[in-house]
């Protein structure tokens, strides 16, 4: 696009009251943006009312200045519209597809098959460790990983799909020029480089809480399919499957411990028909995939531990994948309080055992 397309596109998209909704029903009714601004006002009126008409046909907002001022600041930095042929045509089974997005990375990835991996923000060591190493393998398939920025799972995901050529998606709920949470920037930084930071919302825009139940509408219809690696009962990732499955897309999930209540909503996503998942070839199958060559051992939590002999083999035992109380691990290994902490902090160390909330331990598989 010229800058007089991007402009007007900019104008469509930032005028107040003008959501994807109602900018879709303009663009069918009068065409490129261009021709919208150049109706007069009561035609303008009998489309969308005489108060957005008016909002409509006002000066420019000074935002499409400081888009385009931005979109001169990087060569990586673009927007795609409806009307541009890589335009994702997936986002196109949404009812409210958005008008523009805002990119800045690798445009390419938009035409690449795309699997989401979302998750809890609050995850365990072990999630983001099967999400890094789902994400990986599967990147390393030619499956582009769509995520969220989040902390945890989407962390996770997009971590792992960094260095493969498929790469990773990164759909925000904030304006191009934010990162949230801020902690993110430096991963945000490396996405930018190496696959795709995408956002329908205008620059400025804080992380709002309501942003991201919309932004996880862009991850589902952008993806083949999701496959939630740890979720609550009430996550927001149970809305990214929700809509997958809205929108015919293959949901999946990693089932857990029974006592763990980030998994929760996984078991309960696994009870509603989503493909329960033990490895990425189940994920490649589900997607109707050809077969890969497996997972390098230890891949996806398939590994034994390099520890396990003599004393700590006995006490891994005991441990289970399960979190466990201390009280009751000592009741299954006969060991006193004081000799049975100072080996699960030993096993800690090594990245073995996981400290969890209220005095609980649970067993890490290992890539």
Not at 18 to 43: C, Q, S, Y
Not at 82 to 96: C, E, G, I, K, S
């Amino acid at each position: 696009m010229d800058e007089a397309e991007q402009r007007a596109w900019l104008r469509l998209a930032l005028t107040e009251g003008v959501g994807p909704r109602t900018a879709g029903a303009l663009l069918a009714a009068f065409g490129l943006p261009g021709r919208i601004f150049d109706t007069d006002h009561a035609e303008l009126a009998r489309a969308v009312g005489a108060a957005l008409a008016t909002k409509l046909l006002a000066p420019e907002p000074a935002a499409v200045s400081r888009a385009l001022a931005w979109l001169a600041g990087g060569v990586d930095r673009s927007l795609v519209t409806l009307a541009d042929r890589d335009y994702p045509a997936a986002l196109l089974d949404l009812a409210d597809a958005p008008p523009l997005l805002y990119l800045q990375g690798r445009r390419a990835l938009l035409g690449r098959p795309a699997l989401a991996i979302v998750g809890s923000r609050s995850a365990t060591r072990q999630g983001e460790a099967n999400a890094e190493a789902f994400a990986a393998h599967l990147a390393g398939c030619g499956l582009t990983i769509v995520s969220g920025l989040a902390r945890g799972i989407d962390s996770a995901a997009h971590r792992g799909a960094l260095g493969s050529d498929a790469a990773t998606i990164a759909v925000l709920g904030t304006g191009a020029d934010r990162v949230y949470p801020s902690s993110n920037r430096a991963l945000a930084a490396r996405i930018a480089q190496q696959g795709l930071l995408l956002t329908e919302y205008p620059l400025g825009m804080p992380g709002h809480e309501h942003n991201f139940p919309r932004r996880n509408r862009l991850i589902a219809a952008l993806s083949r399919g999701v496959l939630v690696v740890e979720a609550a009962t009430h996550s927001g990732s149970l809305i990214t499957a929700t809509v997958a499955a809205e929108l015919g897309r293959d949901v999946m999930a990693i089932p857990g411990s029974i006592h763990s209540p980030v998994t929760h909503g996984c078991h309960r996503l696994i009870r509603q028909g989503a493909r329960l998942v033990e490895s990425a070839q189940d994920v490649l199958e589900e997607l109707g995939l050809d077969a890969v060559p497996p997972p390098a051992p230890g891949l996806a939590g398939r590994s034994g531990d390099s520890r396990e002999g003599g004393h700590d083999a006995a006490l891994l035992h005991a441990l289970g994948y399960d979190p466990v109380d201390l009280d009751t691990l000592a009741r299954r290994t006969g060991l006193a309080p004081g000799a049975l902490s100072a080996r699960l902090l030993e096993l800690e160390l090594t990245q073995h055992v996981e400290r969890l909330a209220g005095n609980c331990y649970q067993r890490l598989r290992h890539r």
